[in-house]
Structure formats: structure tokens, C-alpha cells
């Protein structure tokens, strides 16, 4: 198992950035892909984007697509997503998760963070 805790969350303009992170700790970090996801309130949760063990493939849905970018830094146990071009859209608790592979399917994946606001305003 792996704990989580994701941070940078908050409150931004529409056009503006956001860069989150995913701290992880207990088992070893290369072990795991990484994935991002959302929920908004009375939505379920959304695919965001993943990456692979090495960092090597990286997986969004046409929804970011070129405005979220997804990386990590194995010797910081860390993952990050960068978003520019915020909407409102945009808006939801943010989810940071580990598993076996980069999935896009939240299931998929078995260890969770505890989340992180993102408010985009128009």
C-alpha cells in the first residue's frame, strides 16, 4: 500500500495555471503508475491523466488534451499535474491514485489521495 497527499489545489481565474502534486510515501514509488482524477459535485469521477511506472507514456482524455500535462519525479516519490488554460469546467476535487498501470479507469486503481479543491472562476 501507499499513502497519498495531494497539494496546490485553490482558487484561479479562467486562463490562469495551476501545478498539483501528490507526495507518496510506504511502498516504492517506481512500483506504481500514477494516475489524476476529478470529481465535481453530483458528477462521477473523471479521468484527468496518468502516466507509466518510468514516466515514459502518458495517457489524457481530449478533454485537457494539451492544457494539462502530467509528470513525476521518481527520485522525489512526487507526481504532478500542470494545468494551464483553466475553465470553469475545471472545477472539481482533484484526486491523486497508484496502480498497476497507467489505467484510465478510476476501479483500476487501488490507492487513493485525499483530494484537492481546484475553483476556476470566471
Known amino acids: 500500500q501507499v499513502q497519498l497527499v495531494e497539494s496546490g489545489g485553490g482558487l484561479v481565474q479562467a486562463g490562469g495555471s495551476l501545478r498539483l502534486s501528490c507526495a507518496a510515501s510506504?511502498?516504492?514509488?517506481?512500483?506504481?503508475?500514477m494516475g489524476w482524477f476529478r470529481q465535481a459535485p453530483g458528477k462521477e469521477r473523471e479521468f484527468v491523466a496518468a502516466?507509466?511506472?518510468?514516466?515514459?507514456?502518458?495517457y489524457y482524455p481530449d478533454s485537457v488534451k494539451g492544457r494539462f500535462t502530467i509528470s513525476r519525479d521518481n527520485a522525489k516519490n512526487t507526481v504532478y499535474l500542470q494545468m494551464n488554460s483553466l475553465k470553469p469546467d475545471d472545477t472539481a476535487v482533484y484526486y491523486c491514485?497508484?496502480?498497476?498501470?497507467?489505467?484510465?479507469?478510476?476501479?483500476?486503481?487501488?490507492?487513493w489521495g485525499q483530494g484537492t479543491q481546484v475553483t476556476v472562476s470566471s
Open positions: 491514485a497508484a496502480g498497476k498501470a497507467a489505467y484510465t479507469s478510476a476501479p483500476d486503481y487501488n490507492d
Open positions: 510506504g511502498r516504492t514509488f517506481t512500483t506504481y503508475a
Open positions: 502516466i507509466s511506472r518510468t514516466g515514459g507514456s502518458t
